[in-house]
């Protein structure tokens, strides 16, 4: 079983920061690639941010130069550094890893439950 536990949503004023982490355990072998994805009510689930299992990185045009990708290896955790946040950003974010759980074993998507990111003054 393979578990992803999110953290750091919440309500934030525009123009301020939040910074998500998304945290895997469980029975994982390796992780490929690690990401980010959000869901605004009424709209379609949107890739925001994904980083390889090297160092590369791809980001939606609407959060390119606020947002940044990043991960950590050794503890199986990927983080979303988010600033200058816009109304505009309001959805449930979903992190999303490509795991195997053993060395024979393919690679399988793995998604977090989510969790609520507010913008609002």
């Known amino acids: 079983q393979v578990q992803l536990v999110e953290s750091g949503g919440g309500l934030v004023q525009p123009g301020g920061s939040l910074r998500l982490s998304c945290a895997a355990s469980?029975?994982?072998?390796?992780?490929?690639?690690m990401g980010w994805y959000r869901q605004a009510p009424g709209k379609q689930r949107e890739l925001v941010a994904a980083a390889t299992a090297g160092a590369g990185t791809n980001y939606a045009d609407s959060v390119k130069g606020r947002f940044t990708i990043s991960r950590d290896n050794a503890k199986n955790t990927v983080y979303l550094q988010m600033n200058s946040l816009k109304s505009e950003d309001t959805a449930v974010y979903y992190c999303k890893i490509e795991a195997r759980r053993t060395v024979w074993d393919t690679y399988r998507q793995y998604w977090g439950q989510g969790t609520q990111v507010t913008v609002s003054s």
């Open positions: 469980g029975s994982i072998f390796e992780i490929n690639a």
